[in-house]
């Protein structure tokens, strides 16, 4: 399983922008898909993941801000970010989970600058 992730870069305070991840293999369909992220210095923390069924869960801080959503056809996880804010600077990695297994991408660099 390959998950690679795009859609990072800089921008600007209350911009927005929208990450993708794209699966290989065949078990995008019953995985939890999530996002995480590291800021320098900090630990790696969930922000928001969808489920096999269509729920989503997200972190406090983005509730209202950041959309997840996937397409099961085109094996993809996708982040709406809007309204950011420069504490939304991070390396951001797509995560999929299945029964005893765990998958990581490569991680993308998202700067807000205020």
């Known amino acids: 399983v390959q998950l690679v992730e795009s859609g990072g870069g800089l921008v600007q305070a209350g911009g927005s922008l929208r990450l993708s991840c794209a699966a290989s293999?065949?078990?995008?369909?019953?995985?939890?898909m999530g996002w995480y992220r590291q800021a320098p210095g900090k630990r790696r923390e969930l922000v928001a993941q969808?489920?096999?069924?269509?729920?989503?869960d997200y972190k406090d801080s983005v509730k209202g801000r950041f959309t997840i959503s996937r397409d099961n056809a085109k094996n993809t996880v996708y982040l709406q970010m809007n309204s950011l804010k420069p504490e939304d600077t991070a390396v951001y990695y797509c995560?999929?989970?299945?029964?005893?297994?765990?998958?990581w991408g490569q991680g993308t660099q998202v700067t807000v600058s205020s």
């Open positions: 995560n999929a989970k299945i029964p005893a297994n765990d998958y």
């Open positions: 293999g065949s078990i995008f369909t019953t995985a939890v």
């Open positions: 969808i489920f096999s069924g269509g729920s989503t």
